[in-house]
């Protein structure tokens, strides 16, 4: 028996070759000229405590799901990143003020995966995305029990909002959603929600999408802007962010845009045309029919489009990162 110089390759004469890959997760085997190829993978079980959130309830005009994409459709694609960037955002809103309120470093609390569930609304099955939080320690350290128990406590903090425990406080939340921090931080940065331990993430984190994603699963009223209402922390700053997302799509779209509306502080929406389209660049987590189902919307739409073009929204969030996809969707 002998040993190759190369660590991932071990010859055995006369009898079976094997070439493993750890880094793609693949064994190759040799036997008598046939070739076997088996996918693997490692893992360790750990029993800790772990708390599930997910919306009760879906939203017509609001995507509270964390998609599913397969095969070529671009328009799924561009959900798909909304939803995984909304739910991700939320978790790691959850994550650093449970941390801050608790005085705990918030790698004490794992954000332990994104799943899809199924909800049943009239008999009819939903898909929404769930949030799993676990204690970091094997055997749980009672910090996700503690959210579970608190949750309605914990989540006003996180939205701005008195908790019925005033004892409960959060500098980190309190900063989160200060006009200070709305006017200095467009989508995420080290002082809000980007870390070391999450740069996996950094491409997916909006602080905004975040907050207005939590906001919609504990908040039943609450539609994101839909109903013209923005008077809520997450949108402050927003219009200028909006500006700028829009007039990315006008330059990468060669002038075959136009402005119709441009965001302003109590309205950040921006509404362009082409020939054939009005294209609103949404400041949420907004479908691309938003605007049907809610009549304040309506009007709003019906004031700038003299002309009854069909409308098309696209979200702030894949328009500031995949500009030319969204232009791929809007076919201009």
């Known amino acids: 028996m002998r040993f190759s110089k190369t660590k991932k390759r071990y010859v055995k004469p006369e009898e079976e070759t094997f070439h493993d890959s750890s880094e793609s997760g693949e064994i190759e085997k040799a036997d008598g000229g046939r070739t076997e190829r088996r996918m693997f993978a490692l893992g360790v079980r750990k029993s800790t405590a772990l708390v599930k959130i997910r919306p009760r309830f879906s939203k017509p005009g609001l995507w509270l799901d964390i998609g599913s994409w397969e095969g070529p459709d671009l328009n799924a694609s561009l959900m798909h990143a909304l939803g ?5 955002s939320a978790a790691f809103v959850l994550q650093r003020v449970l941390a801050d309120a608790l005085d705990l470093d918030p790698q004490e609390i794992e954000v332990a995966s994104m799943v899809r569930r199924k909800i049943h609304e ?3 099955p939903v898909w929404v995305g769930e949030i799993v939080l676990a204690d970091r320690l094997a055997n749980g350290s009672g910090f996700v029990r503690e959210l579970s128990e608190n949750f309605s406590d914990f989540s006003d903090l996180c939205l701005g909002k008195a908790p019925r425990n005033s004892a409960l406080k959060s500098p980190f939340a309190e900063y989160l959603l200060s006009e200070a921090h709305a006017q200095s931080c467009m989508t995420a940065c080290p002082r809000c929600l980007q870390t070391y331990f999450n740069s996996v993430f950094h491409g997916l984190l909006d602080w905004r999408l975040g907050v207005m994603t939590l906001r919609a699963i504990v908040d039943k ?3 994101c802007g839909l109903d013209m209402n923005f008077d809520y922390p997450e949108f402050r ?5 909006v500006e700028k997302a829009a007039q990315l799509l006008i330059t990468a779209a060669r002038e075959q845009l136009q402005w119709l509306f441009k965001p302003e502080e109590d309205c950040p929406v921006a509404l362009l045309r082409s020939q054939d389209v009005l ?4 400041p949420g987590i907004w479908t691309r029919d938003a605007h049907e ?3 304040p919307m309506q009007r709003f739409i019906e004031e700038h489009n ?6 098309c929204w696209v979200d702030v969030f894949n328009t500031l990162r995949q500009t030319t996809w969204v232009l791929k969707v809007l076919n201009v």
């Open 84 to 88: 995984k960037a909304g739910f991700y």
């Open 122 to 124: 009239n008999e009819n």
């Open 221 to 223: 009223h609450y539609v």
């Open 237 to 241: 700053g927003q219009a200028k962010v």
């Open 279 to 282: 294209v609103g660049v949404a």
């Open 293 to 295: 189902y809610y009549p």
């Open 306 to 311: 003299p002309d009854d073009l069909p409308v």
